[in-house]
T-cell receptor
Framework: ETGVTQTPRHLVMGMTNKKSLKCEQHLGHNAMYWYKQSAKKPLELMFV???????ENNSVPSRFSPECPNSSHLFLHLHTLQPEDSALYLC???????????????FGPGTRLTVL | AQSVAQPEDQVNVAEGNPLTVKCTYSVSGNPYLFWYVQYPNRGLQFLLK??????LVKGSYGFEAEFNKSQTSFHLKKPSALVSDSALYFCAVRGGIKAAGNKLTFGGGTRVLVKP
């Protein structure tokens, strides 16, 4: 609906697994974001890519590894996660116009991740 | 550093009554302010934004928000609430810094429950 799709919608993984989350935006935007949304915690910005370059990395553990191969696709590679990493992972995109204060971000539906 | 406060975890209102969701912010320079809504099992949806100009901003679904610089507030309002407005509402801010990445800081969210 928003032009941002995420797959899978649900993921259950063990602590030793390796998996990847995928995000695709069909809006022609030049910036993409990963957020983590946990119960009873504010939305946490994890990574920002602008023009395919990472411009923000908010002290995220190395078990989360982002990849932005082009302006339409964003991945989050996961390995050796912990149970406390269980959360809703949201992807967003926007047309980054710093001189105008930035435009609104469009969010995907999220991937509900459960780490056993 | 920029920050957003949403002082109410939950707001209860009867259908047809006015709805207000409070938001205050702290930021360097001119603020760029946003409201988003999240329905269950969905990503965030953009409602409205204040960049510059008229302090009263009108957005989607009959919502509006008033920017008050002296009180550093950006409260969301709807004159007559609907049961379908029941959702989680997030306020977000970006400071007036010309940096790439359009980094938003989100408030903790306010759950709105509209009762028939």
């Amino acid at each position: 609906e928003t032009g941002v799709t995420q797959t899978p919608r649900h993921l259950v993984m063990g602590m030793t697994n390796k998996k990847s989350l995928k995000c695709e935006q069909h809006l022609g935007h030049n910036a993409m974001y990963w957020y983590k949304q946990s119960a009873k915690k504010p939305l946490e910005l994890m990574f920002v890519y602008s023009l395919e370059e990472r411009v923000e990395n908010n002290s995220v553990p190395s078990r989360f590894s982002p990849e932005c191969p082009n302006s339409s696709h964003l991945f989050l590679h996961l390995h050796t996660l912990q149970p406390e990493d269980s959360a809703l992972y949201l992807c967003a995109s926007s047309q980054d116009l710093p001189e105008r204060g930035g435009n609104e971000q469009f969010f995907g539906p999220g991937t509900r991740l459960t780490v056993l | 550093a920029q920050s957003v406060a949403q002082p109410e975890d939950q707001v209860n209102v009867a259908e047809g009554n006015p709805l207000t969701v409070k938001c205050t912010y702290s930021v360097s320079g001119n603020p760029y302010l946003f409201w988003y809504v999240q329905y269950p099992n969905r990503g965030l949806q953009f409602l409205l934004k204040y960049i510059t100009g008229d302090n009263l901003v009108k957005g989607s679904y009959g919502f509006e928000a008033e920017f008050n610089k002296s009180q550093t507030s950006f409260h969301l309002k709807k004159p007559s609430a609907l049961v379908s407005d029941s959702a989680l509402y997030f306020c977000a801010v970006r400071g007036g810094i010309k940096a790439a990445g359009n980094k938003l800081t989100f408030g903790g969210g306010t759950r709105v429950l509209v009762k028939p």
